[in-house]
């Protein structure tokens, strides 16, 4: 009599038991689900300047497990739209395609040539007015051994974008200066859309091969 009374508690038990298990097993597999999905999703970030001046060493600095002390009197840690911005062009392995018209900001140089140091294949094209102005960065790159292109007719190089890995698309009105980081209102459109990011990547081929110098050469001799 006692045995059949607690039958059905112990039956009970069971379901609930059983219940909760596939409860737990389904919210672990709708999280993993989840994250496939959010890790397919094709990233879209606006950014807008100007940003506030923050220090970035952090950024630069290789990955140990002791926090980088730095001296520098900026605020450190903050997450402004030129952080991102770094952190986006950071995040190349194979390949950095930039196509800009004025270059003379020290941290954002200091970025392509830790690239390249890194094996990251870097190409440059820019406007040849502006790349020999006070303060362009393209000089020092271009002693470093980056390959630069600059445009060979009177049309200006006026594009500001930048391709990293053949995926990841930035454009907006940002020139890559000091001004416009800190002074202008500016934007940048960061995106993995394949749709946007394509006719980015044909447009820098077509000028890549367009302002080839050895092309220019020949069509004097």
């Known amino acids: 009599m006692y045995g059949h009374v607690h039958m059905p508690l112990r039956k009970t038990a069971k379901i609930l038991g059983l219940g909760a298990v596939t409860l737990l097993l389904s919210a672990r597999y709708l999280h993993w689900l989840f994250r496939r999905w959010r890790s397919r999703v094709p ?38 739209s030129f952080t ?39 190409r440059i ?6 790349m020999i102005m006070s303060g362009s960065q393209i000089g020092a790159l271009r ?12 049309v200006h190089m006026h594009h500001k974008f930048a391709v990293v890995d053949g995926r990841l698309l930035i ?13 202008n209102r500016e934007n940048i459109l960061v995106t993995e859309e394949p749709d946007l990011v394509r006719p980015f990547i044909r447009e820098f081929e077509q000028l890549w091969e367009a ?5 220019y050469r020949s069509s004097l001799s």
């Open 171 to 183: 454009t907006g009105s940002l020139n890559w200066t000091v001004t416009a980081i800190q002074s």
């Open 84 to 122: 991102r911005l770094l952190r986006h062009l950071l995040s190349a392995t194979s390949s950095l395609d930039l196509c800009v018209f004025a270059f003379s900001n020290q941290e954002l140089s200091r970025t392509v040539l830790l690239l390249r140091s890194r094996g990251v294949a870097v």
């Open 211 to 215: 302002n080839d110098p050895s092309r």
């Open 43 to 80: 990233l879209k970030e606006v950014l807008f300047f100007p940003t506030s001046v923050t220090c970035v060493e952090h950024l630069f600095a290789p990955p140990t497990d002791l926090p980088l002390r730095c001296p520098c009197p900026l605020p450190h840690g903050a997450d402004t």
């Open 143 to 154: 002693r470093a051994g980056t390959c630069v292109r600059h445009d060979l007719e009177a």
């Open 125 to 130: 094209l820019t406007d040849k007015n502006y």
